[in-house]
């Protein structure tokens, strides 16, 4: 056994679980972009046996394959995520809205409390 290629192997295994790790850790939301850089595409599964219902919907890679490299999502997760995000983004800014108020009176009191200095 060569020990050269016994790390090579080793370190090729480590660089295939961190790929693996960085893929499912980027999953959330609705996908812009695979990590291999393909496109991601909106993708209906067909079912030959409905005639009026679709099939279930997917994001996938336009490179997809199932090696675990590429997305496919479902796309009622994705949206369901995305909506999560936003509506956290909408009421850290509604805090921030509350705030200003508040700041505006501060900023007076300061101003008020620099221009008695000035006087003195």
């Not at 991601?40 to 890679?61: A, Q």
């Not at 590429?70 to 995000?85: C, F, K, L, M, T």
């Not at 956290?88 to 900023?107: F, S, Y």
Request: glycine share 6%.
């Amino acid at each position: 056994m060569d020990p050269v290629e016994d790390r090579r192997n080793t370190k090729r295994q480590e660089e295939y679980y961190n790929r693996m790790g960085n893929v499912a850790d980027s999953e959330y939301g609705i996908p812009r972009r695979c990590p291999c850089g393909g496109r991601i595409r909106d993708e209906v599964r067909v079912k030959e046996e409905y005639d009026t219902l679709p099939g279930k919907r997917f994001f996938t890679c336009i490179n997809y394959e199932a090696d675990g490299f590429h997305y496919r999502q479902p796309w009622v997760i994705g949206v369901q995520e995305e909506i999560e995000s936003l509506r956290r983004r909408v009421e850290k800014a509604e805090q921030v809205i509350k705030l200003v108020p508040n700041l505006n009176k501060l900023i007076d009191t300061v101003e008020v409390s620099e221009l008695f200095k000035s006087i003195e």
